[in-house]
């Protein structure tokens, strides 16, 4: 029973929370096909993409927030809005009294604590270093001073507080700690009336009507999703990534089948809203800018975004796996949080794949992270803090893995690691082998977590390492060991 909802008044927020809660995995599972990921890629030609691509590619972690309306009930961003048939909401109630409701939680939507500062301290001591923040996602409710809309953090009970222009303050913020800036933007906007045309039914998750038939609507649509970049590219400081979600807002000539076959409902005419002009606009002002305009392969799919997925095999162009520290994206109360050893495992193996890590975690309503959440990005970053050398800065090379030994290699190619998440049960072996990146003769095979130089031979073109008596006593627990050395030249 989702959003049971009485005829006269919205459903109390602490009420919605529990019922997702228990309710949330059914979303999860149906929800898994939205973004998925492709071979296809077109590297870019502008040298100052190009150069941006390569310092992102260095970065290999970072944080992606989602917050907006949602996290006022702790329920799944957006998505309950939409009709398509996967949603399970109460069916005491209707879609019309929802949708009035969830619209009405802009009332309630106060994030007193807001805390930018703790969210960017807390990504930097994960070992985070970039960041991507949702500035509006389809429910089109925007975390930013917009002039486009009234529908908008600055607008309600926030806008007297100094800093209610968030995303401004949250920009500022990770800037301060260094991070390259990313923002999400979802091109839907399922509260614009020129997105969903209130004169009609909103069954799925696109515009609601025949763009051919009403150029002029789609027309103001565009101008508004164009003004609104522009806002963004314009008086947020410095900008790295525009990250655009919704890759359903497509031309309809790129709807391959490929794209057919993730099974969503694609209409007859074209959802264009035209990105060479966007992506020119928001480069003049922000030169270099990373486009990432999600499946829609081509110029301005700068890399590619799968989402809680790795892809099988290693990629040679620029990729990130999108996956989220629990099972929502934004703030759902009593989510359980992935382990730590889990998380690093997701890390290493991406980074081995050619890609990097982008981790989800959705602030609380008051506007502060949750402390759990705090505490596991906290011992993340304590293992990059040693280890980080294997990570940033690293490419893939050919023998990316053996079993569950993954490896990287420095950008000039000289240097190896050797990267082993710890087992399920706690237990390291006593050594482990790999063939293929054999090291040169002498060098030195080093726990990056200690420093400490372990022995290591050759035979039969096999390498076997002994592992540190300190690993198999557990004098020292490690969520996964790294291992630095020379390669053969
Ligand atoms: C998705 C969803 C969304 C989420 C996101 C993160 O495709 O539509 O709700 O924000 O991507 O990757």
Same mark, same amino acid.
């Given at each position: 029973m989702l959003f049971q909802i009485t005829s006269s008044a919205r459903l109390p927020a602490l009420r919605a929370a529990f019922l997702f809660t228990l309710l949330f995995p059914m979303f999860v599972v149906a929800q898994g096909d939205v973004h998925p990921q492709s071979r296809e890629y077109e590297w870019p030609s502008d040298p100052q993409v190009k150069d941006k691509l390569e310092q992102w590619r260095d970065q290999k972690f970072g944080m992606i927030i989602h917050y907006g309306l949602y996290a006022v009930p702790g329920m799944i961003e957006s998505w309950a809005l939409c009709s398509e048939d996967w949603i399970t909401r109460d069916s005491t109630s209707d879609y019309g009294e929802f949708k009035k409701w969830y619209w009405g939680l802009k009332k309630d939507f106060n994030p007193a604590n807001f805390n930018p500062e703790q969210w960017a301290a807390t990504a930097k001591q994960a070992g985070m270093r970039y960041v991507v923040f949702t500035t509006k996602h389809h429910d089109g409710f925007c975390m930013f001073d917009t002039k486009q809309t009234d529908f908008k953090i600055t607008n309600g009970p926030f806008a007297a507080n100094p800093r209610a222009n968030i995303a401004k303050y949250v920009f500022d913020a990770f800037r301060q700690q260094g991070f390259m800036i990313g923002a999400y933007f979802s091109k839907?906007? &399922?509260?614009?009336e020129n997105y969903w045309w209130p004169m009609y039914a909103t069954p799925d998750r696109n515009n609601n009507y025949d763009i051919r038939k009403f150029p002029w609507r789609w027309d103001a649509f565009k101008k508004y999703t164009y003004n609104q970049i522009q806002e963004l590219m314009t008086g947020y400081g410095k900008m790295d990534i525009l990250w655009l979600d919704?890759? &359903?807002?497509?031309?309809? =000539?790129?709807?391959t089948d490929e794209v057919r076959s993730w099974g969503a409902a694609i209409p007859a005419w074209s959802q264009d809203i035209d990105m060479p002009s966007i992506a020119a606009m928001a480069r003049k002002n922000q030169p270099g800018l990373l486009i990432v305009d999600r499946t829609v392969h081509g110029p301005y799919e700068n890399y590619q975004t799968p989402e809680q997925t790795i892809p099988k095999e290693q990629l040679d162009h620029p990729w990130e796996s999108c996956i989220t520290l629990?099972?929502?994206w934004g703030y759902v109360p009593n989510d359980q949080l992935k382990p730590t050893a889990t998380v690093i495992a997701k890390l290493i193996e991406v980074v081995a794949k050619g890609g990097s890590l982008l981790l989800g975690v959705g602030p609380k309503p008051d506007g502060t992270l949750q402390e759990e959440e705090v505490k596991k990005l906290e011992e993340i970053g304590a293992w990059l803090s040693k280890n980080g050398k294997a990570i940033y800065n690293t490419r893939g090379t050919a023998?990316?893995? =053996?079993g569950n030994t993954w490896f990287t290699q420095s950008k000039d190619g000289k240097t190896l690691f050797a990267l082993l998440p710890v087992a399920a049960d706690g237990a390291w072996p006593a050594s482990i082998t790999w063939s293929g990146n054999i090291p040169a003769k002498g060098t030195a095979m080093k &726990?990056? =977590?200690?420093g400490e130089k372990l022995r290591w031979s050759v035979k039969d073109n096999k390498v076997m390492v002994q592992l540190p008596k300190s690993l198999l006593t557990k004098r020292i627990t490690v969520p996964a060991l790294a291992l630095e050395f020379e390669r053969v030249p």
């Open positions: 839907p906007d &399922w509260h614009s919704g890759g &359903w807002v497509r031309p309809l =000539e790129t709807v629990g099972n929502a023998n990316y893995h =053996e &726990w990056l =977590e200690t």
